[in-house]
Nanobody, 121 residues
Framework: QVQLVESGGGLVQPGGSLRLSCAASGSIFSSYAMGWYRQVPGKQRELVAAIISGGSTNYADSVKGRFTISRDNAKNTVYLQMNSLKPEDTAVYYC???????????????WGQGTQVTVSS
């Protein structure tokens, strides 16, 4: 019922900034958490940042102080502002939605298509 479309990836020099966007369409849930994950070849996916329906946020230690997750409810969009980028931030970044339908108590898990972020001189 939900489709996630990501954008904003690209090539940036170390120390630079990028802003990722994740636009959601479809059902509206009363309880949800949205997060940004990243994955590089040969490694497991890693949770980078998350925001829950109440507005609280959580970050991986590796990005604290550099990345900020936010949302725009009017646009149904979640953002990841990435500053002071490092080469080790290079990965495919995925938007994720974990939701609970209170009426049915059914849980859902949706993923975007991914957007490449490359940090290199």
């Amino acid at each position: 019922q939900v489709q996630l479309v990501e954008s904003g990836g690209g090539l940036v020099q170390p120390g630079g900034s990028l802003r990722l966007s994740c636009a959601a369409s479809g059902s509206i849930f009363s309880s949800y958490a949205m997060g940004w994950y990243r994955q590089v070849p040969g490694k497991q996916r890693e949770l980078v940042a998350a925001i829950i329906s109440g507005g609280s946020t959580n970050y991986a230690d590796s990005v604290k102080g550099r990345f900020t997750i936010s949302r725009d409810n009017a646009k149904n969009t979640v953002y990841l502002q990435m500053n002071s980028l490092k080469p080790e931030d290079t990965a495919v970044y995925y938007c994720n939605l974990k939701a609970l339908d209170v009426l049915t108590a059914k849980r859902y898990d949706y993923w975007g298509q991914g957007t490449q972020v490359t940090v290199s001189s």
